[in-house]
């Protein structure tokens, strides 16, 4: 049974793998985007390795900012004929280009569209979103057809647990694939923040294997894992664990507003959930109902969900929308207070 949806292949990414992996000539120009830096950082090494020959950096590589950057300072450096090196690398970062002026935007096009054989532009972006502006047709069109776009996704929970199988191998420890499981719901599924969680769970586990309670030792769990503890503590009718957490997540500075929209979200999950269980619907409708790449989450929202009414999880959803209406329409309003007022009732209406 189908229990997420399916998404294209990412098959830019694919060729690029392939490539590297066995030594065929790379494009001219890529753009890479998406939320998996760990993946967009490897794979520019990877490029930069098969590209410019140890010590050679200096005159062929190039990495620019593209804040002040200019089409022809670009087409300048592009043009540069590579030392020692078949080829020549520059990663431009953050470069809005559908913010370009009209010139501008011209000369890059022209740039695209006789871009040097030698040379290989990527073009990244990180702190500034990418998507294309429809409007600008021709340099979208140029775009497509001399620029090959990579999103780096996070990555499947099969392929997840497998990285973090063998990056704690590589520390000396093992972990089987259901605590590997916990720590990605924990931690996030990012293997920015989950490289720098195993490093600190491997130096601190005294056994070869790694366990809930090692991850539980020193992890720092993402907001929406503590959302869950919180709401789960209150399914369970234990107030004071469930104020301990916000408590937490307040003295820690996480604004109060953003843990309510967390709150919010976990509540209606959990709606769904109790909802499913009332129609005979499993954990696969609930993984595609929120496009969730694993079981595990799903397993854990049922679990809870045993233990509250369908008429409970309604009135709690309609509680946070009216704490979000007075946050953001009432003036004298304390947060904070409003959350803890808002866990209070949410506690009180189990009892």
């Not at 120009?29 to 998406?34: C, E, H, K």
């Amino acid at each position: 049974m189908a229990y997420a949806k399916k998404t294209a292949k990412n098959e830019a990414y694919q060729k690029l793998k392939t490539d590297l992996k066995e030594g065929n000539p790379l494009g001219n120009a890529y753009l890479f985007y998406g939320e998996e830096s760990y993946l967009r950082e490897y794979y520019l090494g990877e490029i930069r390795k098969r590209l410019i020959p140890a010590g050679f950096e200096e005159f062929n590589y190039h990495a620019l900012e593209g804040k002040d950057l200019t089409a022809q300072s670009l087409t300048e450096m592009a043009e540069a004929m590579p030392m020692m090196a078949e080829r020549t690398l520059i990663v431009v970062t953050d470069w809005d280009i559908y913010k370009l002026n009209e010139d501008q935007r011209e000369r890059f096009i022209a740039l695209l569209e006789d871009l040097p054989e030698y040379c290989c532009i990527v073009f990244v972006y990180d702190t500034v979103a990418y998507k294309q502006n429809k409007t600008m047709k021709k340099l979208c069109k140029a775009m497509d057809a001399h620029v090959t776009p990579i999103e780096f996704k996070a990555q499947d929970t099969s392929d997840l647990t497998a990285w973090i199988a063998r990056r704690f191998r590589a520390l000396g420890k093992q972990i089987d694939r259901q605590t590997a499981e916990y720590l990605i719901f924990l931690c996030g599924g990012l293997m920015t923040g989950l490289s720098q969680e195993i490093a600190k769970i491997g130096a601190y586990a005294k056994g070869e294997v790694i366990t809930q309670r090692d991850i539980d030792a020193v992890a720092d769990p993402v907001l929406s894992a503590e959302i869950f503890k919180m709401t789960d503590a209150v399914s369970q009718s234990d107030y004071n664990k469930a104020a301990a957490i916000l408590g937490d997540l307040l003295k820690m500075q996480e604004e109060p507003i953003v843990i309510l929209a967390a709150l919010g979200s976990q509540l209606r999950r959990l709606y769904t959930a109790r909802m499913a269980i009332d129609s005979g619907k499993d954990k696969y409708w609930l993984m595609e109902l929120w496009e969730m790449r694993s079981d595990y989450p799903a397993k854990l929202l049922l679990q809870s969900a045993k233990r509250v009414s369908a008429q409970w999880c309604g009135d709690a959803v309609k509680m946070c929308q009216v704490v979000d209406l007075r946050m953001k329409s009432q003036r004298g309003v304390d947060p904070a207070e409003e959350l803890k007022l808002l866990l209070a009732r949410l506690g009180a209406a189990r009892k």
